[in-house]
């Protein structure tokens, strides 16, 4: 199985085997280093945070040495990461369609500041079930979990673009188009760490994870830049010449271009994901992958009872709960700034793609020099914190009359989103190696939860109080900061990697 997806080089060992000392060993996938129960793995565990340092796994002095187990990595794990990417993307831009346009939405739709509000509203709304995912992920595996994120993206989108003439009718299908594209976010923001360990090699693991977790913030920074080139902003805003082009006909059958476009994209990777998207490979990549974990129930237990863990959850979840709120409005909060809807675009445009292609390189840096996750973070959350600060005094020109120019917009804001956004991957690495061996799907999955119950409590406020946004942009650097003392009391352990690095037969 699987032998026509991958080179004879790699279907070689990730690491060569020694001698046999006997006359023959069990096959791999019947090696008792894979059958060991979870009790063992996390005994083991507990001894790798006294070993492991600076990424280096160090054997305690009088110890035997270990012999390692080998794994195998095929070529099909890029396609698996395209397509899993392709739906975050995806699912991101669809999430983000209405922030971007929505003084378009307006005049097209009859929207209310309420109703922008709730259409970006209903993606942390998404999240109520994200336990159900987590089990689904847990008990079925990936194939099962993604057709399922998939067939929910496309009845969704469909929903988004029925021609009915009621615009009341109208605006509960778009409504409810939006509710079930937020109803796919547990998967696409939580699968990634448990994709990158079931597919990828120790060395590859966080570079995979970065691809497959921002490629939905990606897909939102598009959002961006799609809907005001697309979409001509009303009579007010509009840059293009012809005055009949911003007519509210015609923004309206602008919006709905990029509604059955995103329609067309969502069916097409349906299509492909339902052809080929296999639950794991034939033989596991590391001893991590193939060591069996805690239960779903005795997860949630480890989890809860974890210090440790509470407190990385919270210093995730706060700041990038606050940031991914913000960005949904973008255009909303810096509308009092006199910023039109397409210099609004590229800001959020530049300020998502800088986290992304930034957050990329640094986990490919940390592929290679690990353990060094809380210092990386450390330098993120110090960057963030001094440009939500530089942003925040910048829009209170009551106060402080500091420069409010588009060149220090764009420059704050996309510092912003370059630190904070990048900083995704590398939570989500040091969250697996903190509880390992409690699944990935699991760890990942009640994090984002936590961010979405304080992206939804912002956006909440926001649909009562949407007449002043000063209080909206104070909770930048005040989330930012407290992240930071968080993190800077937290004790880190590599618990995964000590299994991969040291632990043998």
């Given at each position: ?29 019947q090696h008792p280093q894979f059958r060991r ?219 709905e271009a990029v509604l059955y476009a995103e ?125 939500a600060i530089w942003f925040t005094l910048t ?111």
């Amino acid at each position: 199985m699987g032998l026509d997806w991958s080179s004879p080089e790699e279907r070689e060992p990730l690491l060569q085997q020694p001698p046999p000392a006997f006359p023959s060993h069990p096959p791999y996938h019947q090696h008792p280093q894979f059958r060991r129960p979870a009790a063992a793995a996390a005994a083991a565990a507990a001894d790798a945070s006294r070993v492991v340092s600076h990424g280096r796994a160090l054997r305690p002095a009088g110890a035997p040495r270990v012999v390692p187990v080998p794994g195998r990595v095929y070529g099909r794990r890029w396609l698996v990461l395209l397509l899993f990417s392709l739906l975050s993307f995806v699912q991101g831009l669809v999430w983000n369609t209405w922030g971007p346009i929505q003084s378009s939405a307006r005049q097209a739709f009859a929207f209310s500041s309420m109703d922008i509000a709730l259409l970006v509203f209903w993606g942390p709304i998404g999240f109520v079930p994200c336990f159900a995912f987590m089990w689904l992920m847990d008990k079925k595996g990936l194939r099962v979990t993604v057709l399922l994120t998939s067939s929910l993206m496309v009845l969704g989108a469909g929903l988004r673009c029925v021609p009915v003439t009621d615009q009341t009718t109208r605006k509960w299908l778009i409504h409810g188009g939006q509710l079930l594209n937020g109803l796919a976010g547990p998967t696409v923001t939580s699968a990634a760490p448990f994709l990158s360990t079931t597919w990828f090699s120790p060395d590859e693991r966080a570079t995979a994870t970065a691809i497959a977790s921002l490629i939905s913030y990606f897909g939102g920074a598009c959002a961006f830049l799609v809907g005001p080139l697309v979409v001509p902003g009303p009579n007010g805003s509009s840059t293009l010449p012809l005055a009949s082009e911003s007519s509210p006909e015609y923004i309206k059958d602008r919006i709905e271009a990029v509604l059955y476009a995103e329609f067309g994209i969502v069916a097409l990777i349906f299509s492909a994901a339902l052809a080929y998207f296999p639950s794991r490979p034939p033989f596991p990549p590391s001893v991590a992958a193939a060591s069996q974990r805690l239960s779903y129930r005795r997860s949630f237990c480890r989890l809860l009872s974890n210090p440790r863990f509470l407190m990385i959850a919270l210093a995730y979840a706060i700041p990038l709960g606050v940031f991914s709120g913000w960005s949904g409005v973008l255009d909303w909060i810096l509308t009092p700034a006199h910023v039109s809807q397409v210099d609004a675009g590229w800001i959020g445009f530049w300020s998502i793609v800088g986290g992304c292609v930034f957050g990329i390189a640094l986990a490919r840096f940390a592929d290679f020099i690990r353990g060094m996750l809380k210092l990386i973070l450390l330098l993120l959350l110090s960057g963030a914190t001094l440009a939500a600060i530089w942003f925040t005094l910048t829009c209170v020109t009551t106060v402080i009359h500091l420069p409010l120019t588009t060149a220090t917009l764009y420059t704050s804001c996309i510092l912003l989103g370059v630190f904070l956004n990048s900083s995704v991957p590398i939570f989500f690495e040091l969250f697996v190696e903190t509880v390992y061996p409690v699944p990935e799907g699991i760890t990942c999955g009640v994090v984002t939860f936590l961010s979405n119950i304080f992206m939804g409590v912002l956006l909440f406020f926001l649909t009562f109080y949407h007449e002043e946004f000063s209080w909206f942009n104070w909770c930048l650097p005040g989330s930012c900061l407290l992240s930071l003392l968080l993190i800077l009391c937290f004790r880190e352990s590599y618990d995964r990697l000590y299994l991969d690095v040291v632990v043998s037969v």
